[in-house]
């Protein structure tokens, strides 16, 4: 038998050890509800973060556009203009331009499909139609993201690489930048003199043409072009972000190359240009519909054209704003009013527009129904 010190010893131990056992069970229990709670919040914050951003991504271009729109036609009689649309408008006219914005379109297609080629890539013609149908349409509701629609309507519906078609895509991009570049030089050093003679003859005043601009007018100047940097800030941040797997910059390299190896380059150099003619005639033809834009040259419209080419690279949904803005701009620098000059470029936007989404919805269909 133990003595009753080692007996209130050993209680005192075991007292000792029990309250021990509730430190290390309290602790770890606070300590894993830490890391619980830490977990929680993390997939909260990250998830909100993450929605709060592709939120701005795509709120801002439409809150952009419509400001400059809202500035444009604050004061537009809509009464005036429904009438001129119903009663004015030539649409015979719209009609055959309608048919200029479907072509570039397939030809864009027919110059994919042989970028595509040499990399061993072979999607159907009709689906590549319907991708830059569909990519043009996302546009629409997400700036700039109709290039990763097209490569992955490839990839989902012909198996066609998407770094591969990715990189072609780049190419394109660098194509047309060249192609429209080399074509407004053209314009502005063809129409210069043209254009300073004008302006002398209708007694127009550069400098009280400039003088009509509003502060305003001025700020959406500057916020157009703050854009344009941004865009491509953008842009270029993202690249080095998706370049960051060598698989990928690999496919990616592969799709820029692949212009080398074209069987007929003479085929893929005639579409490019090809496409920005249709473009051009898919603008120019709309002068038609009305009086006071019938009677300005050609060599005229193609510069206002070019200017406005510019103009969409600003983020807003097909250049919703900043193209009004800049098309506006270029026709009252030829003589015409300012109202119909608003008037134009808002029912020309606004139809064209509405045909890239009716093709969208077209290539949806199309696309849907062959999956079955």
């Given amino acids: 038998m133990r003595p009753k010190g080692g007996t209130m010893f050993g209680e005192l131990c075991l007292s000792f050890a029990k309250v021990r056992i509730l430190l290390v069970a309290r602790g770890c229990r606070r300590l894993i509800s830490g890391h619980f709670s830490l ?43 429904l009438y001129a649309v119903c009663h004015e408008m030539n649409w015979w006219w719209m009609g055959v331009s309608l048919i200029f914005g479907i072509l570039p379109q397939v ?10 080629a040499p990399l ?5 013609r009709r689906t590549c139609i319907d991708a830059i149908f569909l990519s043009y ?4 509701v997400i700036p700039r993201i109709g290039e990763v629609t097209r490569c992955g309507t490839l990839k989902r519906c012909d198996g066609t690489s998407f770094t591969k078609s990715i990189g072609t895509v780049v190419t394109e991009r660098l194509v047309d930048s060249v192609v429209i570049v080399l074509l407004t030089a053209v314009a502005i050093f063809s129409q210069m003199g043209v254009l300073f003679d004008f302006l002398t003859a209708s007694g127009t005043d550069l400098e009280h043409v400039l003088g009509q601009f509003t502060g305003a007018g001025y700020l959406v100047t500057i916020a157009c072009i703050v854009a344009i940097g941004l865009l491509l800030w953008g842009l270029m941040h993202k690249f080095s972000l998706f370049n960051k797997g ?9 799709g820029i190359l692949s212009l080398r190896y074209v069987e007929q380059l003479w085929l893929y150099v005639f579409y490019s240009f090809a496409i920005w003619i249709c473009y051009f005639l898919h603008f120019y033809l709309a002068f038609f519909c009305f009086d006071f834009t019938a009677g300005i040259s050609p060599i005229a419209a193609f510069l206002i054209f070019c200017i406005g080419s510019f103009a969409v690279l600003v983020p ?3 250049g919703a704003g900043s193209w009004h803005f800049a098309v506006k701009t270029m026709l009252v620098i030829y003589g015409v009013a300012e109202a119909p000059a608003i008037l134009f470029a808002l029912v020309v936007h606004t139809i064209q ?3 890239v989404a009716l093709l969208g919805v077209y290539a949806w269909a199309d696309l849907a129904l062959r999956r079955k």
């Fill in 39 to 81: 977990y929680a919040q993390t997939l909260i914050v990250v998830p909100l973060n993450d929605f709060l951003k592709n939120t701005i991504k795509i709120l801002l271009p439409f809150v952009f556009g419509v400001g400059i729109m809202w500035w444009m036609y604050r004061g537009t009689d809509w009464s005036r203009f």
């Fill in 137 to 140: 349409a996302t546009s629409l």
């Fill in 107 to 116: 030809l864009r297609a027919l110059r994919w499909q042989m970028a595509l």
């Fill in 353 to 355: 527009t509405s045909e």
């Fill in 120 to 124: 061993g890539e072979f999607p159907r």
């Fill in 316 to 318: 807003t949904p097909n």
């Fill in 246 to 254: 060598k698989d990928m910059l690999r496919g990616v390299w592969e």
